[in-house]
């Protein structure tokens, strides 16, 4: 067996040693060799020798021997594409001087030819931007769809007529005062006083987390532009918090007490605006920023929650499912 990989090596070395390999390049001819040049040759020789043997060889030039002289324009051709390109010329090269790195050649040919000639920086460029237009039409549609929601809740929309109604633009029983205006259907007039509805909510209502009012601050070029600001915010503020509290020991302020709420909750700040104030302000009075306070209130939300979990219909028929087998076992409709 030994024997056999010898020489099938040896053969391979053989006909890989002087250098060409057949499907790279200019395969079995030199590249230099067929545009008359030598590998010390600049670039614009190399032009220059395209050039005259271009015309020499073009296959409207030879009416007798037409597929020779396209043979040779076609190598001539190779060739040229080979050396003319810096990086295309140092791998080819390259190949004449290490012939016996065969594989390595084949990579390096086909990588370039398949890889696509298109700067990096380029794609990034527009890999960002489509991140950041699908970030502001996603947070946009978010917003659109609080604004109709929130239309619906009697609350709001309550607080949105009386107010449409104090400023003029609805009559004292909830109309719009466009009502009797015969040039529009009653469509149109209805969607008139929706859209006004809608837009006193969107003016007076302040909505957080993941429905709030979209800003290009969250989209993510801005956010890689202002990266370092935000790094060097984010330093100062963890310096004064590790002075003021580890060193000083001072008692945490308002904000700072629902910071490290936030944090033993493992909430975002997204999340945590979106919580109900009377759940802050229960939290807050229960002062869960101890972590003793915090750990009896996760405990009795466990407790509260099995409680629930017990008494769910649901929650017992999942307990009989999987007391009889679970998910392995064969059921035939209902128990």
């Known amino acids: 067996m030994k024997i056999i990989i010898f020489h099938v090596n040896f053969l391979l070395f053989l006909k890989f040693s002087h250098g060409m390999l057949e499907g790279l390049y200019c395969g079995e001819d030199n590249c230099y060799d067929l545009l008359g040049l030598t590998r010390d040759s600049p670039k614009s020789d190399i032009s220059k020798a395209y050039r005259n043997l271009a015309k020499k060889w073009h296959p409207d030039r030879h009416k007798k021997d037409k597929d020779e002289a396209a043979s040779m324009f076609q190598k001539i051709a190779t060739a040229y594409e080979t050396l003319r390109d810096e990086e295309s010329r140092s791998n080819y090269d390259y190949m004449l001087d290490h012939p016996e790195e065969y594989y390595s050649h084949y990579y390096r040919y086909y990588r370039r030819r398949v890889a696509p000639k298109v700067d990096i920086r380029v794609v990034i460029v527009v890999t960002i931007t489509l991140i950041s237009f699908i970030q502001y039409y996603s947070a946009s549609n978010n917003y659109k769809s609080a604004i109709d929601y929130f239309a619906t809740v009697p609350k709001y929309r309550i607080q949105a007529v009386e107010y449409c109604m104090k400023e003029g633009m609805m009559s004292r029983d909830g109309k719009n005062v466009k009502k009797k205006d015969k040039s529009k259907s009653k469509e149109e007039l209805k969607e008139e006083e929706e859209n006004m509805i809608k837009s006193v909510i969107r003016e007076k209502i302040d909505i957080k987390g993941g429905y709030s009012k979209p800003t290009i601050y969250d989209t993510l070029w801005i956010q890689l532009f202002m990266f370092p600001y935000y790094l060097a915010l984010y330093i100062i503020w963890y310096f004064k918090w590790?002075?003021?509290?580890?060193?000083?020991?001072?008692?945490?302020?308002?904000?700072?007490?629902?910071?490290?709420?936030?944090?033993y909750m493992g909430l975002s700040q997204i999340k945590w605006e979106g919580l109900d104030d009377n759940e802050k302000e229960d939290m807050m009075r229960r002062e869960l920023w101890i972590k003793e306070n915090f750990q009896a209130y996760k405990k009795e939300k466990q407790d509260e929650m099995k409680e629930q979990m017990a008494d769910s219909g649901r929650y017992k028929q999942y307990r009989r499912y999987m007391k009889k087998g679970g998910p392995g076992q064969m059921t035939f409709g209902p128990d």
Do not use: M
């Open 242 to 263: 590790f002075y003021r509290y580890n060193i000083l020991k001072l008692e945490y302020t308002e904000e700072d007490k629902q910071y490290v709420i936030r944090r």
